[in-house]
């Protein structure tokens, strides 16, 4: 499944430790604080607990949509778009 993960953490250390395992986990980062990638479901809810562990859930937030390939083709951009230092056409092609 494809899941876009979006955050909103306080603190930088949490920030770049959620930010590395997103990475870790093969998501694409598409804005400052949003990654999008393919994950299997056991891989998401692995992810889904990490984040848990890490965060302050007293001022902090993490968002995790999972969603299938026909959604994600019905999605429309609008405005900028994406964060082109961060994304380029070769990212994008991988999901458009």
């Known amino acids: 499944m494809l899941a876009w993960i979006m955050y909103d953490i306080a603190s930088n250390k949490t920030r ?12 694409t980062r ?6 999008l990638g393919k994950l299997d479901i056991n891989r998401f809810d692995e992810l889904a607990q990490m984040c848990q562990d890490e965060i302050d859930e007293e001022t902090d937030s993490v968002y995790l949509f999972p969603f299938c390939q026909d959604d994600f083709r019905r999605i429309q951009v609008l405005g900028q778009g994406f964060d ?3 994304v380029n056409d070769e990212i994008l092609s ?3």
């Open 16 to 27: 770049g430790r959620v930010a590395k395992q997103c990475k870790k986990y093969g998501l």
């Open 84 to 86: 082109k230092k961060l």
């Open 30 to 35: 598409f804005q400052k604080s949003i990654f």
């Open 94 to 96: 991988k999901f458009f």
